[in-house]
């Protein structure tokens, strides 16, 4: 195929066809537009305890290293998680948070216009936009209409083309987990050619129960995806992690930037790993507030899907404020929620959990709100 550009600001077709980022709604945008002096944003999965002290203390203090260049390939940072996971050091890579690994599993593993991915729908943003990017066509099938996982379905549209099969264990916006004696046998019924990627950036929420990790020696075809930015606090800090199978991780190194992952961000995820007491603290906070909100929401006869995560999907019950009136009217009352239309789910809303007090200010609004009509 030719394709002559005629023009200097002509681009790649995958380019010309790509919407912006639309960046979720900022505390300071809100506070502004209605003249609120609190706001409260539960709408990005982000830690409600912030950032560790310990985690804090040790940024401020390597602050003075930033002139330097991190050493290429954070080999600090590889052997603290190899030890940690108890994994081969040659099997884990890192990223820029886990979307860098996303992205470079499409141009590694990919071909444009011949090969193709597939994942459950509604999933995660970045696999369609990615696979988009790198030129690879998306295939999805629905989840099941209680968002559980059908393996089966999946299965039906892998073909020997298929590289890349992506699922996320807990799922988002869901919550749901999926079984993962069914993630293997679904990995164990792959062709030869497809590597499946478990999206874990929950995972610690669930319990050690739902992780693919300890399965992986048995399903060698499958890779785990982890990240700093949830249990650990790090989201601005843009830190992922994966464990692949050797020979792929190698790849992803060579193919890297070879400073993604800044020194003050590896710096802080050793010491977030080091700091049990914060990370079992936040497991412990989300899974007593998780039922909390749940209960609350279901006693306001909200329909509630059981999250194994740190947010909850809901949708308010029939006759009253639809997602849309729940969404703006917490906007009204300080409290920024997600919205899924986006995601193709436009009666529902999404909800992670804050602080006690930011979730009492949420149930409270809600209840409000319902009440209104
Ligand atoms: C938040 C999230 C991640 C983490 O992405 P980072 O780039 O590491 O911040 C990965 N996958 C899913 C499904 C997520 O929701």
Known sequence: MTLRFRSFTDVR??????????????????????????????ASNENPFGVSPKVLKVIRDKAGEAFRYPQAGNPRLVKALASFYKVDASRIFLGN????????????????????????????????????????????VPLNP?????????????DEDTTLAFVTS????????????????????????????VDEAYTEFAGAQ?????????????????????????????????????????????????????????EAALAALEDVDFRDRTIRHVQAERKRI????????????????????????NGGPGAREMHSGLLLRGVIIRALRSYGLPEWLRVNVGTTEENDLFLQCVRQILEEK
């Open 210 to 266: 739902c992780s693919m990790l300890p399965l992986l020696d048995k399903h060698p075809n499958t890779a785990v995806m982890r990240t700093f930015s949830k249990v650990y606090g790090l989201a601005g800090m843009r830190i992922g992690y994966s464990v692949l199978p050797p020979a792929l991780a190698d790849y992803l190194w060579r193919v890297r930037l070879p400073f993604s992952l800044n020194i003050l961000a590896e």
């Open 97 to 140: 948070g886990s979307d860098e690994v996303i992205d470079l599993l499409f141009r590694v593993r990919a071909v444009p216009g011949v090969h193709n991915a597939v994942a459950f729908k509604p999933c995660f943003g970045l696999y369609p936009t990615q696979a988009k990017m790198a030129g690879v066509e998306f295939r999805q």
């Open 294 to 317: 749940t209960e609350g929401l279901q006693a306001m006869g909200c329909e509630v899907v059981p999250s194994m995560s740190n947010f909850m999907m809901f949708r308010p019950p």
């Open 170 to 197: 807990p799922d988002n916006p869901s919550g749901r987990a999926a079984d993962p004696e069914d993630i293997a046998r679904f990995a164990d019924a792959l062709p030869p050619a497809c590597l499946l990627v």
């Open 146 to 158: 209680d968002f559980t996982f059908d393996f089966d379905k999946l299965l039906d549209v892998v």
């Open 13 to 42: 077709p995958e380019v010309a066809s790509f919407e912006s980022y639309e960046p979720g709604l900022s505390i300071a945008e809100i506070a502004e537009r209605y003249g609120l002096e609190k706001v409260v944003k539960l």
